[in-house]
T-cell receptor, first 111, second 114 residues
Framework: GQNIDQPTEMTATEGAIVQINCTYQTSGFNGLFWYQQHAGEAPTFLSYNVLDGLEEKGRFSSFLSRSKGYSYLLLKELQMKDSASYLC????????????FGTGTRLTVIP | DTEVTQTPKHLVMGMTNKKSLKCEQH?????MYWYKQKAKKPPELMFV???????INESVPSRFSPECPNSSLLNLHLHALQPEDSALYLC?????????????FGPGTRLTVT
């Protein structure tokens, strides 16, 4: 089975840095994804980690530790438009590129 | 073209109606997916098609019937739905199902069953 945990809600200030954590337990592992989803819209891809370490892409970075079953998404220089849900999803090797999503972290950026 | 399109954007249907949701992609992807997402919940996988063949059916009731007419199109036929089936239905595609690959999501169809 799969178990993916994220904080439900977070609040951060415009211009600040925020880290969203994700822990997972899966029967197989073929990579971890982070998606951003604004209310009423489709999820959009942010990052993909399959090896341990940090992947940086502009203001967004994602880290993975496979031995700890742990990932985080780091958002720098927060902007108001970053207010959204951030979904951690694990690709299960036992399935066919199945994505199992965590419940998502609703981030609110305040002035 | 890195876009997945879905029609209609909104759909309201009665419990006795028959309707279809449509999804299209022209990225040459050979895997296509249907997800259901209830409010404030994550997407839940319903079906996976690989090379136009149904690969996975996650114990979805038979009132949902998927169809993949060709490699670019994916339909979801709806019949005799229940009010609890009201949700956002998301279509996604990826290069294939072998190995992990980024899934591209469409904008979704917001379905209301009355």
């Amino acid at each position: 089975g799969q178990n993916i945990d994220q904080p439900t809600e977070m609040t951060a200030t415009e211009g600040a840095i925020v880290q969203i954590n994700c822990t997972y337990q899966t029967s197989g592992f073929n990579g971890l994804f982070w998606y951003q989803q604004h209310a009423g819209e489709a999820p959009t891809f942010l990052s993909y980690n399959v090896l341990d370490g940090l992947e940086e892409k502009g203001r967004f970075s994602s880290f993975l530790s496979r031995s700890k079953g742990y990932s985080y998404l780091l958002l720098k220089e927060l902007q108001m438009k970053d207010s959204a849900s951030y979904l951690c999803a694990v690709s299960d090797q036992t399935g066919a590129n199945n994505l199992f999503f965590g419940t998502g972290t609703r981030l609110t950026v305040i002035p | 073209d890195t876009e997945v399109t879905q029609t209609p954007k909104h759909l309201v249907m009665g419990m006795t109606n028959k309707k279809s949701l449509k999804c299209e992609q022209h990225m040459g992807h050979r895997a296509m997916y249907w997800y259901k997402q209830k409010a404030k919940k994550p997407p839940e996988l319903m079906f996976v098609y690989s090379y136009e063949k149904l690969s996975i059916n996650e114990s979805v009731p038979s009132r949902f019937s998927p169809e993949c007419p060709n490699s670019s199109l994916l339909n979801l036929h709806l019949h005799a739905l229940q009010p609890e089936d009201s949700a956002l239905y998301l279509c996604a595609s990826s290069q294939d199902i072998a190995g992990a690959g980024e899934q591209y999501f469409g904008p979704g169809t917001r379905l209301t069953v009355t």
